[in-house]
């Protein structure tokens, strides 16, 4: 590269650096914890546990599940069902307080033993310190515009990587690949250190900075298809009067598995209006069985009147993209030994941005005080 182009591509790289950092160290130290959040939830929350009964038992219907779960509670209104992927014949209900649950209500989840549709444990959700770090980390307790606002930085982030890399060639031309000048002044140590471990987390913070910035865009994305979907299907019922009576939850999660016979059903969300679904449709979300495609959730429509199938088609590209994001934004889709790798590349993009803040201090200090260092440690020797 010219000279020219190398101070051009150092501006960028220093000042993308300088606006992202603390925002970013914040967001590494915050995902820490993240990664490994369902070893962590599972040494808090309840045991759940269905009792051993033969092979064979048959499972409850889902509308005694449901039936049991309002006699508990009938004061709440049932929203959402899902089939517990952590426990097996274990299926939870979910309550909210009122008819049409405002974004930011808490559910009641009651867990049920599928087979005998006796209930093994009620959480009402509080959340607690893991709940908080998670929310903190998506969008610092302000919402959207707080989730937008990091997805800029991570903008900046990727920017910043982006311009490292063309910087490194220019600057190591003098150095074999990763020499480390321990002989040389302590900053000049740590400017060595961190163009190293820039270059070994390179791939990996590209990745995690560029699908972290997807994750902010997550609600705009789903809304936008909702505003392109949702009223073609709603239109065939406007004027009519509300149901009065539904359709059988068996037979809609029938439809379901007709409809996609090598998905499974994971969740089901009753009739209601937005942000969960439609006042006049059941949603039965699924997933494939291969380690991809257990990433991949299609949802299935079914008519809330007579559970004959609306639509079964996957979700556009965007947000298929946004689905594969995620486990790869967390490394969360490996077990154990990928997340343990994802949180030493994580602890050592800590090191690159601590080091990076030392390096641009260091650079700053008053040209006074580098000339009265070397004559203060003259004199003390003197002396």
Request: a positive charge; charged letters at 20%.
């Amino acid at each position: 590269m010219t000279a020219r182009s190398v101070k051009w591509w150092s501006l960028v790289h220093k000042w993308t650096s300088l606006v992202c950092t603390l925002f970013m160290l914040m967001l590494c130290i915050t995902g820490l914890p993240l990664i490994f959040h369902d070893e962590i939830d599972d040494l808090f929350k309840p045991e759940i546990a269905a009792r051993e009964l033969p092979p064979d038992t048959p499972e409850a219907s889902l509308s005694r599940l449901i039936d049991a779960a309002k006699a508990r509670h009938p004061e709440r209104y049932v929203q959402i069902l899902n089939w517990d992927d952590d426990h097996a014949n274990v299926v939870n209900v979910f309550l909210s307080q009122t008819p049409v649950p405002p974004p930011g209500q808490r559910f009641l989840k009651l867990s049920f033993d599928a087979r005998t549709a006796e209930i093994l444990a009620e959480d009402a959700q509080q959340g607690g310190l893991m709940r908080t770090i998670r929310i903190f980390h998506r969008d610092m307790l302000m919402g959207l515009p707080g989730e937008l606002f990091l997805g800029v930085m991570g903008l900046l982030f990727v920017t910043a990587v982006v311009s490292g890399v063309m910087l490194y060639a220019p600057f190591m031309r003098r150095l074999d690949f990763g020499e480390v000048r321990r002989a040389r002044a302590r900053r000049t140590k740590w400017l060595d250190l961190h163009n190293l471990i820039g270059a070994v987390t390179l791939v990996w913070a590209f990745a995690v900075g560029l699908t972290g910035v997807i994750n902010t865009i997550s609600l705009p994305l789903f809304n936008a298809w909702r505003a392109q979907v949702m009223p073609e299907l709603i239109a065939p019922y406007l004027g009519k009067p509300p149901l009065l009576k539904f359709a059988s939850i068996d037979d809609v999660v029938a439809t379901a598995r007709q409809a996609l016979g090598d998905n499974t059903p994971v969740s089901l969300v009753l009739p209601t209006e937005a942000p969960f679904g439609t006042p006049r449709h059941f949603i039965v979300w699924t997933k494939g069985s291969t380690p991809i495609t257990s990433r991949l959730f299609t949802p299935v429509l079914v008519d809330a009147e007579t559970a004959q199938l609306v639509t079964a088609k996957g979700l556009p590209w965007y947000l298929r993209t946004l689905q594969v994001s995620r486990p790869l934004h967390f490394g969360d889709y490996g077990g154990l030994p990928l997340k343990i790798i994802w949180a030493l590349l994580d602890l050592a993009t800590i090191v690159v941005l601590a080091s990076g803040i030392y390096l641009w201090l260091g650079k700053r200090r008053p040209a006074g005080a580098a000339r009265q260092a070397p004559a203060r440690s003259a004199a003390a020797a003197a002396s």
